[in-house]
């Protein structure tokens, strides 16, 4: 895999699974070189982390303080950023709103994961839990695709 400068994780508004992505991935990430970050696709105005995501992140000793959603804009896409997405929609909407734009993936097909990473928005706070452990099995095998190459990366599946 190509190596990048910076990570972006996106999703709709900004306010829950990209911000959470950020924080574990950030917690994984050996290379402080790699600046890691979220953005939104539809951010109106900023809003704070989903008081829901922020108590599963606590729980798991991660914090985003003083964390407030942007919304994703041109200036962001370089060529050495890697942008990633939570669902195949959200890619296509991106491309939509940047054409031009390279380094766009589905993070679960990125790992080679079938599933999309599922959005517990208006859920019980067990499915906010469920949404946290499956960003950090697909996450760690990000890490791994990213620092050590791909044949690694199955060693998790």
């Given at each position: 895999?190509?190596?990048?400068?910076?990570?972006?994780?996106v999703d709709n508004h900004g306010t829950l699974r990209a911000p959470m992505a950020e924080a574990i991935f950030?917690?994984?990430?050996?290379?402080?070189?790699?600046?890691?970050?979220?953005?939104?696709?539809?951010?109106?105005?900023?809003?704070?982390l989903n008081q829901k995501?922020?108590?599963?992140?606590?729980?798991?000793?991660?914090?985003?303080?003083?964390?407030?959603?942007q919304k994703l804009a041109i200036e962001d896409l370089t060529e050495d950023t890697?942008?990633?997405?939570?669902?195949?929609?959200?890619?296509?909407?991106?491309?939509t709103m940047f054409p031009d734009t390279e380094n766009v993936e589905v993070l679960t097909e990125l790992t080679g994961d079938e599933l999309e990473?599922?959005?517990?928005?208006?859920?019980?706070?067990?499915?906010?839990g469920l949404c946290f452990e499956t960003l950090s099995i697909i996450l760690k095998k990000l890490n791994v695709l990213m620092n050590e190459g791909e044949e690694e990366c199955q060693s998790y599946t």
């Open positions: 895999m190509k190596a990048f400068k910076k990570v972006i994780f950030s917690d994984l990430i050996a290379d402080d070189r790699i600046e890691i970050c979220s953005r939104g696709l539809i951010v109106l105005f900023p809003e704070p995501a922020e108590a599963v992140l606590a729980s798991n000793g991660l914090y985003l303080k003083y964390y407030l959603s890697l942008v990633i997405v939570m669902e195949r929609e959200q890619r296509e909407k991106l491309l990473i599922m959005n517990p928005y208006g859920a019980p706070l067990p499915s906010y």
